[in-house]
């Protein structure tokens, strides 16, 4: 670190602090955000986790800057800041965090200083954009300079690396497809080192890792958090205490990261590159390996594996042997020229993804007791329909023990986010998390642990007073929604709740069927502008959506969580059906029945918990600003009627509730001013 610790005396309290920090953002002080600031002071003093649900316009960002900032000075430590999306990194790098530190640096004696770090494969290496072609043989390339939109954006690269200061792929705009960023940068197992490589002291890599070091804020994103807390080498710089916003999504991006693929073209591709560097004899070994495994696996249908095939077992065993040969093969490291080091390295680290994906498939069956085993393991389909390809995958059916163990147990941890509590309490993304439940009465819990990380929930509430801000309509005399698309009695109220609101609506779908049917069918009947997500990049959807007061928008997954549309533009958001996820998701049915076999309640613990989470954070989009007002409309019926809905309804604000058509229809014609 830059400077000594700073005995906490001498430094200003957190509400002083605070308030400082606010007036800098031209803010004002909200009952809430001092609540969470001074429940995060008491967290990082006394080490005890906390979860923190706050509101649309609470200021939570702030509420835990101030008190992670002053905790870094004082204790001369690193203080970890993860998010789970490249919009709240950008918010907080390029505009929170240089206001606040020019706020309190008068107060506090120094400026504070922050930096961002992503994992290897985010910056863009210059050691592989200057070397020889080495085109990934699982991308359909070719000479990068040829005049074509692959070459014309390698080009780019070229052209932009002269002037990049950091290498951040993100900077790179308008940006460039993944088989394009392959070619010019590496995963961490691919990387040379600083210290072999040639262009080491440039290494844009490693600039962020030193930068890191020397920060008393480090933004990262749950991927990252999630590696350092899985691998055995450190990636992110020491630290004692995690801030982790966005935390409703940090279950999911733990079990991305933790989730391995098989396929006989990554085999095949492995073989290629093997096969420069040693007897083609052995290359060809496993690219036999690899044409047996695709053999077997095309053969087999589409499904959850409960159990590992026996010709399945014999073609990963074999393809393990052939792999551990083909390592054995390389030998240790050498002494060689830069560009052949690279191109070992990149082989090496494929073999070793091979190798482990392998081992950890045979030993995922070795548990008989599906509840208890580690891994859910299951055979899919890739591709575009004119090639595709079987895949198999590996994840893990739990993400809580590593969390329990490698995160709750190393760090004190802040969890935040504007949805948190589901159901009414913590309980559901608690155990998610390896926590124990908070008030839970389920008697099906194990008994009471000793050990469990010790941790505290509140709900700061929100500034907006809900109920009188927005109306709640479940249409329930609609039909329950079916499998065959939208019924007319659905479209008929989508067009009546649009025609109300005088466009002004954002439709959430629960799948892009549904979007695409309920766009045309209402295009030529809406007397205002309907656009629907893949009619243009959803960046320039949501910004023509937000210009132009009459538009409606309609989409699915990404808009639930995406779209910030304060103002009149945004007074009507439509859900057409409770979001749950598909009964055939492998993941899903896996913990649904692990769940149920331990004498729970599978779907209410994984189904119910998804789907409040989601309509949640989409009922969410409707009041951005303090002088928002509107409707949220779902019209599944089952929200009412079902015996999970009191739960779903729990996890949604609390707005006035109706399941009125015509009192809603005239609130929305009263906001437009009809």
């Not at 036999?288 to 014999?314: C, F, K, M, N, S």
């Not at 913990?591 to 729970?600: F, L, P, Y």
């Amino acid at each position: 670190m830059a400077a000594a610790p700073v005995s906490t005396r001498d430094l200003p309290g957190v509400a002083e602090l605070l308030e400082a920090a606010v007036t800098a953002v031209g803010g004002a002080r909200r009952e809430g955000q001092d609540t969470m600031a001074d429940a995060v002071r008491k967290a990082l003093t006394t080490g005890e986790h906390l979860a923190v649900q706050a509101g649309t316009g609470t200021g939570k960002s702030l509420a835990y800057l101030v008190p992670a900032i002053r905790h870094a000075i004082a204790k001369d430590t690193t203080v970890v800041i993860s998010t789970a999306t490249i919009a709240l990194q950008r918010q907080l790098v390029d505009r929170d965090l240089p206001r606040v530190a020019k706020a309190l640096k008068p107060l506090l004696g120094r400026a504070p200083s922050f930096a961002i770090l992503k994992g290897r494969r985010n910056y863009l290496c210059l050691n592989k954009l200057h070397g020889p072609d080495d085109v990934d043989p699982a991308d359909e390339l070719f000479d990068p300079f040829q005049v074509s939109a692959m070459g014309r954006a390698v080009k780019r690269i070229h052209d932009w690396a002269d002037d990049t200061e950091t290498g951040d792929r993100d900077e790179l705009v308008p940006g460039v497809p993944d088989s394009t960023w392959r070619q010019v940068s590496v995963s961490a197992r691919e990387c040379l080192g600083a210290a072999k490589c040639p262009v080491g002291d440039e290494c844009f890599a490693e600039r962020a890792r030193q930068e890191a070091g020397r920060a008393d804020i480090v933004v990262t994103n749950h991927a990252l958090l999630a590696i350092d807390a899985m691998e055995g080498r450190q990636v992110l710089p020491e630290h004692d205490v995690v801030v982790i916003d966005e935390a409703h999504e940090l279950v999911d991006r733990v079990t991305g990261v933790a989730t391995a693929e098989l396929s006989a073209g990554s085999v095949l591709a492995a073989a290629r590159r093997l096969g420069k560097l040693v007897d083609q004899a052995v290359a060809d070994r496993l690219a036999e390996a690899g044409e047996g495994i695709g053999a077997i696996l095309d053969d087999l249908p589409v499904a959850r594996w409960e159990a590992l095939p026996q010709a399945a077992a014999g073609a990963l065993t074999a393809l393990a042997n052939a792999t551990a040969d083909a390592k054995s093969s390389m030998g240790s490291e050498r002494r060689e020229d830069p560009d052949a080091a690279t191109g070992r390295k990149i082989a090496q680290a494929a073999l070793d993804e091979i190798a482990e994906t392998a081992t950890r498939l045979l030993g995922a069956f070795e548990e008989p007791d599906p509840a208890k085993r580690r891994d859910v393991v299951w055979l899919g389909e890739q591709g575009p329909d004119s090639a595709r390809h079987k895949v198999l995958h590996i994840a893990p059916l739990w993400v809580g023990g590593l969390l329990r163990e490698r995160l709750f147990g190393r760090s004190t941890v802040v969890l935040t986010s504007a949805t948190l509590t589901l159901g009414g309490t913590f309980d559901a993304l608690a155990r998610q998390w390896g926590l124990p439940p908070e008030k839970s009465t389920d008697k099906t819990d194990p008994v009471p642990d000793p050990d469990a990380p010790r941790w505290t929930g509140i709900d700061v509430g929100s500034p907006f007073v809900h109920a009188k801000s927005g109306i709640l309509y479940v249409a329930k005399k609609l039909p329950p929604p079916g499998r065959d698309g939208l019924p007319q009695a659905y479209l008929d109220e989508i067009a009546g709740l649009v025609e109300a609101a005088g466009g002004r609506t954002l439709g959430l779908f629960s799948s892009m069927r549904a979007a695409k049917q309920a766009t045309e069918a209402l295009r030529g009947k809406l007397s205002t502008p309907l656009l629907c997500q893949g009619d243009d990049s959803t960046m320039l959807l949501v910004k023509r959506f937000a210009e132009d007061e009459a538009t409606t928008l309609f989409g699915t997954l990404s808009l639930w969580q995406g779209v910030d549309v304060p103002g009149p533009s945004l007074s009507c958001v439509i859900i057409d059906r409770i979001p749950f996820p598909r009964p055939d998701d492998p993941l899903v049915a896996a913990r649904q029945k692990a769940t149920d076999s331990r004498g729970g309640n599978g779907f209410l613990t994984v189904s119910a918990t998804h789907a409040a989470l989601l309509l949640a954070q989409g009922a969410g989009r409707l009041l951005r600003g303090m002088d928002d007002r509107g409707v949220v409309a779902i019209l599944d019926p089952r929200l009412a009627t079902a015996r999970y809905g009191g739960f779903l309804r729990a996890s949604l604000p609390p707005f006035w509730p109706t399941d009125d058509r015509e009192v809603v229809h005239a609130a929305l014609r009263r906001l437009r001013g009809a």
